[in-house]
């Protein structure tokens, strides 16, 4: 197939939908990554207690626990560093035999479409799946300086040196949660562009639904009014 039957078979309504995909994928990112607005979301509020976890590190004799907790947070971000990959995997294998979509989709859409333009839909899933991966592994690996940066924290309070090393760990607490959460934007939206296999509008309409659910989780969820009431004492 040449690239202006590729042209020919992409429509102004699909540029448009993928448009809005990108374009809301990287809105909510900046909405929900805002810093000293009234209303912050979950990750920036959480990521203010990750530095009062920090300066009460430092007055804590016994340390395990603080250990065992960042443990947990790289272990996550393994996990889904992981699951990229399985799930990268699938997306090409399934790029190389698009067969078994085409029945399910072309009924839906009651359009035959050529192999070519599968691929390309696949392969909007997969970039965002590996966008996904990077910032898990990424965060996997600052979870693990901000540890080094823990353990340099002297056990005296006393020290000098105890309270500037325990906030920069604490920075580095929150970078690594902001690349996790990155990462798990990407990983919704990589579950809306899969929206795209049934055409454009379908594509609209999860781009919204995933967008939506992200933006409730951050500022309207049960967990947001939990920590804002908490802050707030």
């Keep these: 197939m040449s690239p202006n039957d590729i042209i020919a078979a992409l429509h102004l309504t699909d540029a448009i939908a993928v448009a809005f ?25 959480m990521a203010e207690y990750r ?46 035999n698009t067969a078994p979509l ?39 690996r600052i979870f693990g300086y901000c540890s080094v940066m823990m353990a340099a924290v002297p056990d005296d309070p006393g020290d000098l040196a105890s309270a500037p090393r325990a906030t920069r760990a604490g920075e580095l607490n929150i970078r690594a949660a902001f690349n996790f959460n990155r990462g798990l934007r990407s990983m919704h939206f990589a579950l809306a562009s899969m929206g ?22 951050e500022f309207r969820s049960i967990s947001s009014d939990i920590l804002r009431e908490h802050g707030t004492r």
């Design 102 to 140: 085409e029945g399910p989709a072309e009924e839906i859409i009651r359009q035959d479409e050529p192999t070519l333009l599968w691929q390309i839909k696949l392969l909007v899933v997969a970039l965002f799946l590996t966008h996904a991966f990077l910032k898990f592994v990424w965060s996997h």
């Design 51 to 96: 530095r009062e976890w920090m300066r009460q590190y430092v007055h804590r004799s016994n340390r395990i626990f603080d250990a065992q907790i960042v443990t947990s947070l790289r272990q996550g971000a393994s996990f889904f560093a992981s699951t990229m990959l399985i799930a990268i995997g699938g997306v090409l294998a399934l790029a190389g």
């Design 196 to 217: 795209w296999l049934f055409g454009p509008w379908a594509l609209i309409a999860s781009t919204l639904v995933v967008t939506f659910i992200l933006w409730s989780r």
């Design 21 to 45: 995909l990108v374009l809301a994928w990287l809105g909510i990112g900046w909405f929900i990554d805002r810093e000293n607005v009234p209303n912050p979301s979950v990750s920036v509020l």
